[in-house]
């Protein structure tokens, strides 16, 4: 298996990078649909309890990805289409968006933010910076549930290809 992506299929870190995100998200959805349906519930305390940590440690991922993808972007397989691009970057900025906006709103409420014990701001006294914590309000749990959604076309969109006798079947490019 290549380190680096080739024209023909991701390579080991694409796939690792690809692969551990797509669990971590899965787990931030399960622990999201237990906070808008299952509050004050165990269940909901044991699938969200971890919920800011790991939506932080996929916003460090973000970034690895990002990094790696450009360091690949002359030789990964090319997109079937225009509009498979397009659903791949709206993907990416998703996966920025998401946290930074709830990060924003962690940061402007002046309360501090502590990742596995590692500082990564701290609070600060007074008055909270409105627009930060209104435009994580605002649009934080929206632009995660729009997330989930274009994720879902996603995996239906790979096994349409899959399927039409006429297309590329991508599945093996980031899988085996
Ligand atoms: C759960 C979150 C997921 C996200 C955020 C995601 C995101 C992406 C992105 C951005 C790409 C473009 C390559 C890259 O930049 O890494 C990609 C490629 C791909 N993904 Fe996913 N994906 C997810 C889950 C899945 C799942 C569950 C499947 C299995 C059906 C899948 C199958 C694929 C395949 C086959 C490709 C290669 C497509 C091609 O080469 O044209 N993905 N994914
Ligand atoms: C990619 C990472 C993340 C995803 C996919 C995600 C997704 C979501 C979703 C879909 C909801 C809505 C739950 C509902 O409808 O009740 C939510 C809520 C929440 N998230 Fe995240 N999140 C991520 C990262 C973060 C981070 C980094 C933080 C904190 C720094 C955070 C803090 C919260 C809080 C406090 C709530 C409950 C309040 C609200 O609905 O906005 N999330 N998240």
């Not at 460090?60 to 791949?88: E, M, Q, T």
Request: charged share 15%.
């Amino acid at each position: 298996m290549n380190i680096y992506d080739t024209p023909e299929k991701y390579g080991i870190i694409s796939r690792a990078l690809h692969w551990a995100m797509a669990a971590l998200l899965l787990w931030q959805f399960l622990g999201a649909a237990a906070h808008l349906l299952l509050s004050d519930t165990a269940i909901k305390g044991f699938l969200f309890g971890r919920h800011k940590a790991l939506g932080f440690l996929l916003f460090l991922l973000f970034f690895v990805r990002v990094a790696w993808a450009l360091i690949n972007a002359a030789k990964r397989p090319p997109s079937l289409s225009l509009a498979a691009k397009a659903g791949h970057i709206a993907l990416y900025a998703l996966l920025l968006a998401v946290p930074a906006l709830a990060l924003a709103r962690q940061y402007g409420s002046g309360r501090s933010f502590d990742w596995f014990g590692i500082s990564v701001f701290s609070g600060f006294e007074g008055n909270e910076i409105d627009w930060m914590v209104n435009i994580g309000n605002s649009f934080h749990s929206w632009a995660g549930w729009l997330l989930a959604a274009l994720i879902a076309g996603h995996i239906i969109m790979v096994f349409l290809h899959k399927k039409a006798s006429d297309q590329v079947d991508v599945l093996p490019r980031m899988w085996r």
